[in-house]
């Protein structure tokens, strides 16, 4: 997320601190430590330069706090906030992309020769995914499954 003037940002559920969702890092029981409703934007807990947080004792919740401090984040009125997607190696961008997306997650591997007599335009999904089954022998059909040591033989009923 790209913080400027915090008014979208949520608090504990939004992805802005390097932990991660805050609510999960500390549990929920961190809206009653830090005196910080569930649903408080980042405007509401930073306020004139400075973070409004409930005096607490607990070492966890002392460290989560130093650590939001070192972030140094300043608020610019002017500017909306806007979520920020992963390109790449450190690099980030303002739209999302989904061919750029898929390319980050998928496994590339080489095309296949019979892949254009399954996978094309006017084919029928249901159909293609068959033949697909057929052509890698992922059926389970009869031979298959006697090898599981299911029978394929089904009792006569008259």
């Not at 649903?39 to 930073?46: F, M, Q, R, T």
């Not at 303002?94 to 080489?110: E, Q």
Request: with cysteine; charged share 25%.
């Amino acid at each position: 997320m790209n913080i400027q003037d915090g008014c979208t940002v949520r608090f504990w559920t939004d992805i802005w601190h390097p932990k991660g969702r805050l609510i999960k890092a500390m549990g929920e029981i961190g809206t009653q430590k830090l005196g910080i409703v569930r649903n408080a934007k980042i405007c509401d807990v930073l306020v004139d330069g400075d973070w409004r947080f409930r005096r607490c004792r607990d070492p966890n919740f002392q460290a989560l706090i130093a650590n939001i401090k070192e972030l140094q984040v300043q608020l610019v009125g002017n500017y909306s906030d806007t979520a920020l997607w992963w390109k790449g190696e450190d690099s980030y961008d303002d739209r999302f992309i989904s061919t750029t997306t898929w390319d980050l997650i998928r496994v590339r591997r080489d095309r296949v020769d019979w892949s254009r007599l399954i996978w094309f335009s006017q084919g029928v999904p249901r159909f293609a995914f068959i033949t697909w089954l057929a052509l890698r022998d992922r059926l389970s059909t009869g031979h298959r499954t006697s090898q599981w040591g299911s029978s394929s033989k089904l009792p006569l009923l008259w």
